[in-house]
């Protein structure tokens, strides 16, 4: 496969450079690109309504040296999961779906295990079903129907709203739900129900055989070569978990729509922006298809996506601000550059000047118990729950690489904390030998802990 050599890409990226004396923002994503090598990053930032920056980085397409513009589509994934469930809540508010219907009301054919599951389990990931694109051949055509037959053979891995477990089987049948209840296929629905009421008018289904304008390119890297994004059947593109291209000023007219509440009632819009609970109390960071969570203090809601050779993150503030970021490379981190972008709009996010505090509540001891546990030979997952365990579970061997690294811990510093019920909340800044970096645990009233994200300077 001829490739392009990472070398020659940055000296393109010197050459589009978005302003001549770029600011911080621009600094941090044209300082990030570089280092990870991404051809184009596509940024919004918006603050109570008002757009701050929508500014394209780089190449849309690397063949043909085509800058990246505001009105670049990009893949966006799983992002597309907000968009199902809003989907799925306003035929809720119709009267037409159920939180509580069982998959057996739409799936008379499937098989008993079923019967338990509810549309809420599905919005929720707690339904036990898994990753139905881990067992298809991403070249062949399915249609829903066989689609939908794959996932009824598949045993639930638990008991349904005993555990939370990603599952994008979940989301591609919440998309043949909404087909069953309508008569329109979900992505037709969507553009009918969310997306012409919102004003994205670029938004649109992944489709590889139509010429699309302003479509960017996705790629992947291997550390020297770029290589174009994988084939995926068109069957495979078209289903609700995320196959959607979209531009930032999509996500303008998304953000305006949240904001004045015009899809959905504020009672469910702030159900889907709830954290859902397991059955033994343990809260999840993750509501009917949003995910949910805090930094420092500050309360957000999200949802990212990676799909051939694209990653995107849409980070909604409960303060205001929102900040999207997009980018044509597979692996890509979008979440470390949100995290970047939004600090320098807040303050108050930046943990890396942040003041320590006090440790009042042991929480330094705690995290030491977390670091010990997570690096032992014998880990023991049992004292995460949810969205945690399966963080925890990541963690462990990304944590033993950035010691391998950037040397040893050396120095822990409280810099937030806070009490929640019986539960608690807190972030520690970490040093090493060459680097620093941040960590925010969040343990629920069962004592268990809930959610736990790790940040490393410059990874």
């Given at each position: 496969?001829?490739?392009?050599?990472?070398?020659?890409?940055?000296?393109l990226?010197?050459?589009?450079?978005?302003l001549?004396?770029?600011?911080?923002?621009?600094?941090?994503?044209?300082?990030y690109?570089?280092r990870?090598?991404a051809?184009?990053?596509?940024?919004?930032v918006?603050?109570h309504?008002?757009?701050?920056?929508?500014?394209a980085?780089?190449f849309?397409?690397?063949?043909?040296?085509?800058?990246?513009?505001?009105d670049?589509?990009?893949?966006?994934?799983?992002?597309?999961?907000?968009?199902?469930?809003?989907?799925?809540?306003a035929?809720?508010?119709?009267?037409k779906?159920?939180?509580?219907?069982?998959?057996?009301?739409?799936?008379?054919?499937?098989?008993?295990?079923?019967?338990?599951?509810?549309?809420?389990?599905?919005?929720?990931?707690?339904?036990?079903?898994?990753d139905?694109?881990?067992?298809?051949?991403?070249?062949k055509?399915y249609?829903?129907?066989?689609?939908?037959?794959?996932?009824?053979?598949?045993k639930p891995?638990?008991?349904?709203?005993?555990?939370?477990v990603?599952?994008?089987?979940?989301?591609?049948l919440?998309?043949?739900?909404?087909?069953k209840?309508?008569?329109?296929?979900?992505?037709?629905?969507l553009?009918q129900?969310?997306?012409?009421?919102?004003?994205?008018t670029?938004?649109?289904?992944l489709?590889?055989?139509?010429?699309?304008?302003?479509?960017?390119h996705?790629?992947?890297?291997?550390?020297?070569n770029?290589?174009?994004?994988?084939?995926?059947?068109?069957?495979l593109?078209?289903?609700a978990?995320g196959?959607?291209?979209?531009?930032?000023?999509?996500?303008?007219?998304?953000t305006?729509?949240?904001?004045?509440?015009?899809?959905?009632?504020?009672?469910?819009?702030?159900?889907?922006?709830?954290?859902?609970?397991?059955?033994?109390?343990?809260?999840?960071?993750?509501?009917?298809?949003?995910?949910?969570?805090?930094?420092l203090?500050?309360?957000?809601?999200?949802?990212?996506?990676?799909?051939?050779?694209?990653?995107?993150?849409?980070?909604?503030?409960?303060?205001?601000?929102?900040?999207v970021?997009?980018?044509?490379?597979?692996?890509?981190?979008?979440?470390?550059?949100?995290?970047?972008?939004?600090?320098?709009?807040?303050?108050?996010?930046?943990?890396?000047?942040?003041?320590?505090?006090?440790?009042?509540?042991?929480y330094?001891?705690?995290?030491?118990?977390i670091?010990?546990?997570?690096?032992?030979?014998k880990?023991?997952?049992?004292?995460?729950?949810?969205?945690?365990?399966?963080?925890?579970?990541?963690?462990?061997?990304?944590?033993?690489?950035?010691?391998?690294?950037?040397?040893?811990?050396?120095?822990?510093?409280l810099?937030?904390?806070?009490?929640?019920?019986s539960?608690?909340?807190?972030?520690?800044?970490?040093?090493?030998?060459k680097t620093?970096?941040?960590?925010?645990?969040?343990s629920?009233?069962?004592?268990?802990?809930?959610?736990?994200?790790?940040?490393?300077?410059?990874?």
């Amino acid at each position: 496969m001829r490739s392009i050599h990472g070398s020659a890409l940055l000296a393109l990226l010197a050459a589009v450079s978005p302003l001549a004396q770029a600011d911080k923002v621009d600094k941090i994503i044209e300082q990030y690109m570089a280092r990870r090598h991404a051809p184009a990053v596509e940024l919004l930032v918006i603050d109570h309504g008002k757009t701050l920056k929508q500014t394209a980085y780089g190449f849309a397409d690397l063949e043909w040296s085509v800058p990246a513009t505001k009105d670049a589509l990009f893949q966006t994934g799983s992002i597309g999961k907000i968009f199902t469930a809003t989907g799925v809540l306003a035929l809720v508010q119709d009267g037409k779906i159920g939180l509580e219907d069982p998959l057996t009301k739409f799936f008379p054919d499937a098989p008993d295990t079923w019967k338990a599951i509810t549309v809420r389990n599905l919005l929720e990931h707690t339904s036990g079903l898994g990753d139905y694109d881990n067992d298809v051949d991403l070249h062949k055509d399915y249609s829903e129907k066989e689609l939908v037959q794959l996932a009824e053979h598949e045993k639930p891995a638990f008991e349904p709203g005993t555990k939370w477990v990603y599952s994008n089987t979940g989301f591609m049948l919440l998309g043949a739900i909404i087909h069953k209840v309508t008569g329109q296929i979900y992505s037709d629905f969507l553009a009918q129900r969310v997306f012409k009421p919102a004003g994205m008018t670029t938004i649109r289904t992944l489709n590889d055989v139509e010429l699309i304008k302003n479509r960017a390119h996705g790629y992947d890297f291997d550390t020297k070569n770029f290589s174009n994004q994988d084939w995926v059947s068109p069957g495979l593109n078209s289903t609700a978990d995320g196959t959607l291209y979209a531009t930032t000023s999509d996500f303008i007219a998304w953000t305006k729509a949240l904001d004045s509440g015009s899809l959905l009632p504020a009672r469910l819009q702030e159900l889907a922006w709830t954290p859902s609970k397991l059955a033994d109390g343990t809260v999840n960071p993750y509501g009917l298809g949003w995910a949910i969570g805090s930094r420092l203090g500050s309360d957000y809601v999200w949802h990212n996506g990676a799909w051939q050779g694209f990653c995107a993150n849409y980070v909604r503030y409960r303060d205001g601000l929102t900040v999207v970021v997009m980018g044509n490379l597979s692996n890509l981190n979008t979440s470390r550059v949100v995290n970047a972008v939004a600090a320098q709009y807040r303050h108050k996010l930046n943990w890396e000047t942040a003041t320590a505090v006090p440790d009042e509540g042991q929480y330094l001891a705690n995290f030491k118990a977390i670091w010990d546990n997570l690096h032992a030979a014998k880990k023991d997952f049992s004292t995460f729950a949810g969205f945690a365990e399966t963080s925890a579970r990541g963690l462990a061997p990304r944590w033993a690489s950035v010691q391998a690294r950037f040397g040893s811990l050396t120095k822990t510093e409280l810099i937030y904390s806070k009490k929640l019920g019986s539960g608690y909340e807190y972030a520690v800044r970490l040093t090493f030998d060459k680097t620093t970096g941040f960590v925010q645990v969040r343990s629920s009233d069962t004592g268990k802990i809930d959610s736990i994200d790790f940040e490393i300077r410059d990874l």
